[in-house]
């Protein structure tokens, strides 16, 4: 079976500031897929980035970035330079090849509050 | 922009009558979709694989006669919350794959049901 654990549920943090979302998994397929998702308070989930476990290269976006590794089964994500706009519910993903319908199992979330 | 529409964005029924939400792939062929039921503050729970031509495939605990999920063609899904109750008011999130062969799902704006 699949599980993701986000450990915090919400962090706050002052416009400017860096914030890291811890993403820990668990799965034994060796091929999947592992996303993440932000939900701001609109209800929308949009989708940020996907990874498939061949590919450890860490991603830059912006003012976004992942640090994927497998040794420790971490998919983290880093906020730079935080803006209120980043205020959201993030979400960590995965998927195997062998989840009927490639189903996603979710991880409880992070609220992220960015004061100005 | 978006890829996946759902409607209606809110609904308010009273207890007993059913309801039924409507999931389309804008610009693209979607011969699996997802339907996911969302409690506040909490994460994404999937409630059934919505196949198109064939049976759904419901996730245990899930009512099937409570929730009737139709695929009714490669670019709409349907999900009928029969004979609804207060306890069925949630945020219920569609969601479907958009490239054949990758696992990214896209999600729709969501459905806030409440039920009087």
């Known amino acids: 079976a699949q599980k993701v654990t986000q450990a915090q549920t919400e962090i706050s943090v002052v416009e400017k500031e860096d914030v890291t979302l811890d993403c820990v998994y668990e799965?034994?397929?060796?091929?999947?897929?592992l996303f993440w998702y932000k939900q701001p308070p609109s209800g929308e989930l949009v989708f940020l980035i996907r990874?498939?476990?061949?590919?450890?290269q860490n991603e830059i976006s912006g003012r976004y970035s992942w640090n994927f590794q497998k040794s420790t089964s971490s998919f983290n994500f880093t906020i730079t330079a935080s803006q209120v706009v980043d205020s959201a519910v993030y979400f960590c993903?995965?998927?195997?090849?062998?989840?009927?319908?490639?189903?996603?199992?979710f991880g409880g979330g992070t609220r992220v509050l960015v004061k100005p | 922009g978006a890829v996946v529409s759902q409607h209606p964005s809110r609904v308010i029924c009273k207890s007993g009558t059913s309801v039924k939400i409507e999931c389309r792939s804008l610009?693209?062929?979607?011969?699996?979709m997802f339907w996911y039921r969302q409690f506040p503050k909490q994460s994404l729970m999937l409630m059934a694989t919505?196949?198109?031509?064939?049976?759904?495939?419901?996730e245990q605990g899930v009512e099937k006669d409570k929730f009737l999920i139709n695929h009714a063609s490669l670019t709409l899904s349907t999900l009928t919350v029969t004979s609804a109750h207060p306890e069925d008011s949630s945020f219920y999130i569609c969601?479907?794959?958009?490239?054949?062969?990758?696992?990214?799902?896209?999600f729709g704006p969501g459905t806030r049901l409440t039920v009087l």
């Open positions: 990874r498939n476990s061949f590919d450890e």
């Open positions: 610009d693209f062929q979607a011969t699996t």
């Open positions: 993903a995965l998927s195997t090849i062998k989840a009927a319908g490639n189903k996603l199992t």
């Open positions: 969601s479907a794959p958009r490239d054949r062969g990758t696992d990214t799902q896209y």
């Open positions: 799965t034994r397929d060796t091929t999947y897929y």
């Open positions: 919505s196949n198109e031509g064939s049976k759904a495939t419901y």
